[in-house]
């Protein structure tokens, strides 16, 4: 597993090269703000319409796998054919509809910000039929286990941002990434394809004839629903930030995206080698051994996503000053720190909450989810519009509190029927929450004494890294250094 993380690591340090590089050309300007929009409206488009499918794809390929290999391989083609047409589609939609679609994420912005960030729509609107074919492409090679090439063809996009923001920034301004995004984006998606035909048996044939895709989107249609709900979490971020001033969409997003990057390279490989043997175990009812990788995964995630925090907790300031020269001011810095900062307590819920969450996909719970995530949005809504005298830091403070009933709700679920949850659980929390809020109070009331700042968040991490959560420590490094069967 570690080498899974290490590609994951090259991927996910090539986006915040990019990042970092963007924001230093560019600034927390305008074209930046826009080109955050239409990246979050791509996003939400494809997540919302390719779970119509691929939510519960690898446990339902997985059980088709078992018991004939040939329907599997149908599966496969029959998807790929499937997912070509819904994304066409999709693609015209986009193009079409264009400026109402950037109205619904942005209510306050103006004319002139609407047609902009229409444009940069429909140019990467073609990004829909790539990422579709990758995702079920990249699906079927991990319910295999060839999951390295699924983690190293992400480098691509980032990797081509990088040349084209050097190379062609100047002349066509943020255009040129826009363009690069296209291009990598189907790179991304042919290499995944050849590695694919390489490795797996597929069978074309047509779609509205196979029962097991109707058998598929049956079993996702309530797991859909829940996750579309929980997608508007988007939108709802986008309308707050589009009534705040100009750059407060690139300052928002830039901490997130920083803190998300990092949450990446520890926990996607991790969680997803969970899902994927979670299916497994479900099948042969062999819940101890579930029960085992759960509590590794968590100790894992949390451990590492910890790890790599600290460091630049206490150097955030004065690594991205030098990091994003002057096209940004000492306050938007500080600004990005304290989002930063504060967004950490969403990220190590989340940390928590994934596991659980993967399990109950593979349990196929799906109206459960629906449940949750309809009363996850209904909270977010709630403690957005009570916390709006905050301003930009509403957001963090309303992530993090819905975040919380969302854990618990999912904790309780897979608890109640497998019975995973012990005092060995609580522990690991409670050790890992109390250091979290100890972390962030010494930085923020040490926010602007440099030396205070790194002499007590260096004592609390060897405090909690050598004596407390040494034995923690130990059996995640054990755990990610397995290699588990992964090709």
Not at 46 to 60: H, K, R
Not at 194 to 202: E, H, P, Q, T, V
Not at 297 to 305: E, G, K, P, Y
Not at 347 to 365: D, L, V
Request: charged share 15%; hydrophobic share 55%.
């Amino acid at each position: 597993m570690i080498l899974l993380s290490i590609l994951n690591l090259i991927s996910t340090l090539c986006s915040l090269i990019f990042q970092i590089l963007l924001v230093r050309v560019f600034g927390a300007h305008l074209e930046t703000d826009i080109y955050y929009l239409a990246i979050t409206i791509i996003q939400f488009i494809s997540i919302v319409f390719s779970g119509f499918i691929m939510d519960l794809y690898i446990p339902v390929y997985n059980e088709i796998k078992v018991k004939n290999e040939k329907k599997a391989s149908e599966l496969v083609g029959g998807l790929i054919l499937l997912m070509s047409i819904i994304s066409v589609i999709l693609f015209f939609l986009l193009i079409v509809f264009s400026s109402y679609i950037v109205k619904a994420f942005a209510t306050g912005f103006n004319s002139e910000k609407i047609k902009f960030a229409s444009k940069i729509i429909s140019t990467l609107a073609v990004t829909i039929i790539f990422t579709f074919l990758r995702e079920i492409i990249n699906a079927t090679l991990q319910a295999n286990l060839f999951i390295y090439i699924t983690y190293l063809t992400p480098s691509i996009v980032p990797l081509m941002n990088t040349l084209f923001l050097l190379g062609f920034a100047s002349k066509y301004g943020i255009m040129g990434i826009i363009y690069a995004t296209v291009l990598s984006s189907f790179l991304s998606f042919l290499v995944s394809f050849l590695y694919l035909r390489k490795k797996i048996d597929i069978k074309f044939t047509n779609p509205f004839k196979n029962p097991n895709i109707f058998y598929l989107f049956k079993q996702n249609l309530p797991i859909r629903a829940g996750n579309i709900i929980y997608q508007f979490i988007g939108p709802l971020t986008t309308n707050v930030l589009s009534y705040l001033p100009t750059g407060y969409i690139t300052l928002y997003n830039y901490s997130n995206r920083i803190l998300n990057i990092l949450f990446q390279i520890i926990n996607l490989p991790i969680t997803q080698v969970l899902y994927i043997k979670s299916t497994d175990f479900l099948y042969t009812k062999n819940i101890e051994k579930l029960k085992n990788i759960l509590l590794l995964t968590l100790r894992s995630t949390t451990i590492f996503f910890i790890i790599i925090i600290v460091p630049i907790i206490i150097l955030f300031e004065k690594i991205f000053t030098i990091l994003l020269g002057s096209k940004i001011t000492s306050k938007e810095i500080v600004i990005i720190n304290y989002l930063f900062l504060s967004l950490i307590p969403f990220f190590i819920t989340i940390s928590f909450e994934t596991p659980f969450t993967k399990i109950t996909m593979a349990m196929k719970r799906g109206i459960k989810i629906f449940q949750i995530n309809i009363l996850f949005i209904i909270i977010y809504t709630f403690f957005l519009l009570l916390f709006k005298f905050l301003n930009i830091y509403a957001i963090p403070a309303a992530l993090f509190l819905a975040q919380i009933t969302n854990t618990l709700a999912y904790i309780r679920t897979v608890n109640r029927d497998l019975h995973l949850i012990d005092f060995e659980f609580i522990k690991m929390v409670i050790k890992f929450s109390l250091f979290i809020v100890f972390l962030i109070i010494i930085n923020l009331i040490f926010h602007n004494n440099f030396i205070y700042k790194l002499f007590l968040t260096s004592f609390l991490f060897f405090l909690w890294s050598l004596i407390i959560a040494k034995e923690d420590i130990i059996l995640a490094i054990n755990f990610i250094r397995k290699k588990g069967g992964i090709r």
